[in-house]
């Protein structure tokens, strides 16, 4: 390991020191925050020795709004709308770890029918949040093509969800012990109308761009993460199982009615280059979308008929202080858990949320080493880190 | 870590592996190809909003959509529910209470709506008792200065809107079509800023949310009390009397459906805790607490004589006279009799912050089982466990 | 294997030093001395019964009535398919504890996220800085007793609210309409 | 065009080689020809900006620009006049000398090409009989206004952008060099008249067809052009993901019009070369070229016509391929585009021309090779366009669309 770098503080005055930093005739590149593809606002310190980076410091934070803190302040219903803005891109996710964290500490059950809206709305938001992670992903490659593809599939299941709780990206459909609005009439055959037509754009996509031979240059070999590593930076999601670690946490630790579903987990296989490249993280995303499609056209058939969508809730919801809980959820970017101690009256003690994001950030320094600068854009877009979900 | 992770280089001496290169290449771009020259021939995706649509883009969002929010004030009931419901307090709501014969009960002041900060989360829509809030369609709202941002609900400050008394058991409210009155409160885009005085001018004209005026709590208190007793056994008449003296919003803040729930519970005796009254607040507490002290004792408490027996203290009225030192109830009841006076002293929410179930818990144990510490109801706060220490010790409770 | 039997083998190779599990009406605990974090980490991760390969989540809990700061590590084993929540109560003045960086790489910047937002400083971590917050930033946000510096840099950090103008903007049209009204009841005697 | 002028002057009465005003008349025309070829250069760039705007549009399913004029034709008028407008900032410490000078340089370097290029039969500019070689060299001064602008603007993703740009010019021009040769080869001549007359008006008379090396040699060159047009999958140096914009990024205003201009402009060039070289050029079908010269009055002026529709619809399919595949295929990484070049195309390349060189003697001693092998792969290129129009229906209805080449525009 090469010596650490000594990184230069951001004392905003003195910005000479930043840009005249040169270490033993290396570039000191400031890739960010402002930058097309680092995914929302993320600075990377990147040290180069003309195209080959020596290395690539992650400084994240200007997203940072403390969503931490504001948990201590609101009430556990009032709290919903804020875990919408912990992923925005995957808003559905969120909502449900707060709803079963809350859940847990009340220790209610949450009737059937409930349990099934939030199954139907989570895997469909789960194709949104691929669909946008191997877009982004295509067009930080080059192919600018399969991006509006992406995006055009992505408004479909915008329409889905407006009409499903109203909103587009922050839905705060979940309420704590149920849902707060029923499916409305006819829903199953537009939603089965969207899987039979996806399924086939699926197909369309990969012919486009999963097995290019450009992209597959590109990304196949790049950034192997052997399943040890991946383990011990604790990365989750498609990041983990595109290494080999068959953990799925709707498998591992089944919650909701994720038991009553046959559904497989596809793992890196190193089709085109070693198990775990960034390649094997793109065809994971795009095979998690065809499982989703299959769950949710089975959530449709045994879609329970009696109309109860809301558990028995006291108005003002109080616990006992002290009382804790820890959820864990597959978020469409892997194991998000959420870790609530209670505080007296309306509100919580402290929120703790684990994201998925957040870890993978930790190992892109460990990667970066000796990749080209084009790697490193690929190598922030296979692991679809996204900004707001770094800083919370 | 490798130093240099370079991919290895395909070694184009297998002349092997150079054609299968030069063949996979080709035949991906053929299949990459084909596919975005089918799209050519492919009606784009794209509705050409605001001008070229088939059809009016209202019509094209769905029923749930939440837009710009609306309140119909016919229908508004002044019971703050949707601003106590809001997480950020975009919605602000300022009440005049008047005493129902000159002035009107209940008025509004201002209902504002700060659709710049408002985060669209429809949270204030669900705890509304008539329906009056409600997310409309509409989201065209572009303005150029940000003030411009706030929805005014009630058009004038110096016309007050009465707020609305919702007949017994209706279900359905009749309202105005939904987005009727956001779209004309949405002011032109380019209206000119709304003259906000600064900090320092307000502060010269004394700004500060003014007491409501209008309306003597002590007194009213006093007379409903008195017409209570007339009507002490007629139970119907005890329970209007008694809904006089609440905000009668039917807002279900006091889990009950209504005021009539909660003010016929009082009146059949079921239900003795006067502090649900959310909307009502300080005020219609002070109220309901003189009338059931009055029924209770028999005597209209400070009418006749100021001294005997003083209104139990009313939190942010004048420093009540300090009580004579009779012996503390616990001793004079009887068991349940004091139970249902400690029951009453407590905020009767059915929380459980208290460890118990509900407040009868918590009842049953300091009064049968000995429960000692008094400070545990959470939601009634100081004043409850001022009246607790008050009918268990006689004593003032220790500094929290 | 069960969070008891966990406790028990943790028991058996640390002694008294463990305590007992403690029940937090859901997930229960484990308190552990801050002195011997590290060794307690290195032997859940190395024993072959236990095999915490993975740190999920390290958080901390600031008690400022019991005068503690709460660091809560929650581990995973992948092979065995178990967790476990080992705590450590620190002094809320000066909270220190070992940084277990070593053991798990996923503690880097968990740690250095626990160090910018609660101020628990981890010694031995190869890179504490903050992560969050601005570099120069003074306080720790999550703790109870946090107030918000008024401005970072000349950038203000409160903006006025538009709803508090419209109270102003109210009250001067009430005074402007009470003083027309009595202006119109002198001016008939 | 010097034929022309002095047939004209001779009309006035003069004998052109000993009239003293002859050079001032040939520096008037040479004005007025760069005049009228400079503007079509500038308003055929920015027509393809439009123009790819809307393909690029229609392939992503969306619509692309259609409010400025008739189906937003007017679109690049309205952009032009734009950066006109447009501050022309320079950094504070760009190197001023040379950030003003590296626009010029480009624009000098996409100008001259016009010169050797024809449009028609008879429209030229000057059918040099070193046409090929001098277009060659003139290509060149591109790569030297990019390294003087990424230099210049002093910024570090400037210089990036500038560097790999010139590495990939510089090296691609050695594949392009060499897979010209091979129609010079064939044709026996360098002027680009020469070598358009050596063709045919059908496909099996085109170059491209004459053998298998020939036909490497015409996607070698068509990889090559897209190279040095900075084009995907070349498009490294202006790489929006990495550098945001690659040299052009620190320009604005009327100086970034410029490397607009080229950059677009280009596409006329690199498609006019192939088609030049390869596809038979202004060959109007039933009229070779020997009785098109004899043609005169009404008939020449409808022969010229249509010689200069072919030419310019066989150049708009190419440059219609070029956007196309820009708007399919992702960017290389810099090393691969180095390798690519070095390992396999400059190989392939000189194969190709000894292979070429090889055919020829065969074809001389045995024409009945030469012809059948045209026809040959004449008809493999007609079944290769068969099958892919029937992979691109296949692809219109799998995903269940229906053919609609009219709504929505």
Known sequence: ???????????????????????????????????????????????????????AIPEVGYLHRSLEKIGERCTYNGYMPYTDRVDYIAA?????????????????????????????????????????????????????????????????????????????????????????????????????????????????????????????????????????????????????????????????????????????????????????????????????????????????????????????????????????????????????????????????????????????????????RGLMIADLVALIASLDVVAPEIDR | ??????????????????????????????????????????????????????????????????????????????????????????????????????????????????????????????????????????????????????????????????????????????RQPLGEITRKLVKAWDAPPPPFPSKEEAAKADHGKPKAAGLDVAAMGRQLAARALQVKEDKPKLQKVLEEAMAGTDCGDC?????????????????????????????????????????????????????????????????????????????????????????????????????????????????????????????????????????????????? | MTFEEIQQRLAAKFGERIGALAPANKDPFLVVPAADIVEICRFAKEDEALAFDCLMNLSSVDWPKKNQIEVVYHLWSYRRRHSFILKVQLDRAKPEIASIESIWKSANWLEREQYDLMGVTFT?????????????????????????????????????????????????????????????KELPQ | MQGFIDNLIRGWGYDPASWPWTQFVYVAFMGLFSFIVINFAAISGGIFSWAERRIAARMQSRVGPNRVGPAGFLQWIADAVKLLFKEDLIPAEADNVLFRAAP??????????????????????????????????????????????????????????AIRSAAQIISYEIPAGMALMIPVLLAGTMSTQGIIRAQGPWPWQWFIFDDPAATAAFFIFFISALAEGNRTPFDLPEAESELVSGYNTEYSGMRFSYFFLVEWGNLWVMSALAVTMFMGGWQVPFLPAERLDALTGWAAFFAEVASVLIFALKTLFFVFVVMWLRWTLPRIRVDQMMNMCWKYLVPASFVSVLFVAGWMLVVRSAPAVGIAMRFLLAGAATVAVVLFVQRVAHNLRDTGDKFDFTSNW
Request: charged share 25%; proline share 7%.
């Open chain 1, 1 to 55: 390991m090469s010596k650490p770098l000594e990184v230069p503080t951001m004392d905003m005055e003195n910005k000479e020191v930043l840009r005249r930093i040169e270490i033993g005739g290396d570039m000191l590149l400031n890739m960010g925050p402002q930058h097309p593809s680092t995914h929302g606002v993320i600075n990377f310190l990147v040290q180069t020795d003309g195209e080959v980076m020596k290395r």
């Open chain 1, 92 to 368: 559905m996710f969120a909502n449900q770890g707060w709803a079963m964290a809350v859940e847990r500490l009340l220790g209610m059950q949450v009737p059937r029918r409930a349990e099934f809206c939030r199954v139907i709305a989570c895997e469909l938001n789960r194709i949104s949040s691929h669909l946008i992670s191997v877009g982004t992903m295509a067009m930080d490659i080059g192919a600018v093509t399969p991006f509006p593809y992406a995006l055009r599939e992505r408004e479909f299941i915008n329409d889905l969800l407006e009409e499903l709780c109203g909103a587009r990206l922050t839905y705060n459909y979940l309420r704590i012990g149920g849902v707060a609005f029923d499916l409305p009439s006819g829903y199953e055959d537009k939603v089965s109308a969207f899987l039979d037509h996806f399924e086939k754009i699926l197909d369309e996509f990969n012919r486009l761009i999963t097995y290019n031979e450009i992209f597959i240059k590109r990304l196949a070999h790049l950034a192997p993460i052997p399943a040890q590593m991946a383990i011990d930076y604790c990365l989750v999601g498609p990041n983990l199982r595109a290494s080999g670690v068959n953990f799925d946490v709707r498998k591992a630790l089944p919650y909701s009615v994720y038991p009553d579903f046959q559904f497989d987990v596809p793992l890196g296989k190193g089709e085109v280059g070693t198990v775990g490249d960034a390649w094997d993280r793109f065809w994971c995303r795009v095979e998690e979308m065809r499982q989703s499609c299959r769950i949710l056209r089975q959530a449709l058939a045994q879609l329970p008929q009696d109309t109860a969508i809301m558990g028995k809730v006291p108005r003002k919801i109080k616990i006992p202080e002290g009382t804790e809980a820890y959820s864990r959820i597959e978020s469409a970017r892997g194991d998000m858990q959420y870790y609530v101690v209670a505080g007296p009256g309306e509100n919580a003690h402290r929120v703790k949320i684990r994201t998925g994001s957040f870890t993978a950030m930790g190992i892109i320094d460990a990667l970066s």
């Open chain 2, 1 to 174: 870590m490798a130093e240099t992770q370079i991919p290895p280089p395909q070694s184009p001496g297998a002349f092997g592996a150079y054609v299968k290169n030069v063949r996979d290449t080709a035949k991906s771009f053929w299949e990459g190809m084909s596919v975005t020259l089918s799209y050519m021939f492919r009606k784009p995706i794209t509705s050409q909003y605001p001008d070229r649509m088939s059809v009016p883009v209202s019509e094209t969002i769905p029923a749930r959509y939440r837009g710009f929010l609306e309140v119909d004030m016919d229908i508004c009931t002044a019971c703050q529910a949707c601003e106590r419901a809001c997480p950020i307090s975009v919605i602000n709501i300022d009440i005049i209470k008047g005493d129902g014969k000159t002035t009107p009960k209940l008025r509004m002041e201002r209902f504002d709506i700060d659709i710049g900060k408002c985060m669209y989360c429809g949270l204030c829509v669900e705890p509304c008792p008539t329906g009056a809030i409600q997310h409309t369609r509409e989201f065209e709202g572009a303005v150029m200065h940000f003030n411009n941002l706030t929805l005014r609900f009630v058009p004038d400050v110096l016309q007050p809107v009465v707020a609305y008394k919702p007949p017994k058991g209706a279900e359905a409210f009749p």
């Open chain 2, 255 to 400: 889990g009950y459906p209504d005021c009539f729930g909660y003010s016929n519970a009082i009146a059949q005796g079921k239900d003795t805790s006067t502090e649900k009254c959310a909307p009502g607040g300080a005020d219609s507490k002070a109220m309901l607490e003189t009338i059931l002290v009055s029924l209770k004792t028999g005597i209209v408490p400070g009418a006749a004589d100021p001294k005997a027996e003083a209104p139990p203290p009313v939190p942010g009225a004048a420093p009540e006279p300090e009580k004579p030192k009779g012996p503390p109830l616990s001793q004079t009841l009887s068991k349940d009799e004091l139970y249902k006076v400690v029951l009453d002293a407590m905020a009767g929410t059915d929380c459980g912050d208290c460890e118990y179930p509900d407040c009868d818990g918590y009842t049953r144990g300091i009064v049968y089982e000995g429960q000692t510490d008094l400070g545990r109801c959470a939601p009634g706060g100081e004043d409850t466990r001022v009246k607790l220490y008050e009918i268990m010790l006689g004593t003032k409770p220790p500094a929290k």
């Open chain 3, 124 to 184: 031995g971590h190869p890179d504490l800085r903050r992560i969050m917050m601005p570099d120069d930033w003074v306080g720790n946000p999550l703790r109870k007793d946090y107030a918000e510096q008024p401005q970072w840099h000349n950038i203000t950090t409160t903006r006025d609210n538009s709803l508090e103008g419209y109270v102003r903007l109210d009250e001067l049209t009430k005074k402007a309409a009470e003083a027309a009204a009595a202006a119109k």
């Open chain 4, 104 to 161: 010029y340089f480009m624009m000098v370097g996409f100008a001259c090409v016009f010169v050797a290029l024809p449009f028609s039969h008879r429209l030229i500019i000057a059918d040099m009989n070193i046409g090929i070689f001098y277009i060659l060299a003139v290509t060149a001064l591109i790569v030297v206004g990019i390294i003087m602008s990424g230099w210049s603007s002093n910024s570090k993703w400037s210089l990036f952008g």
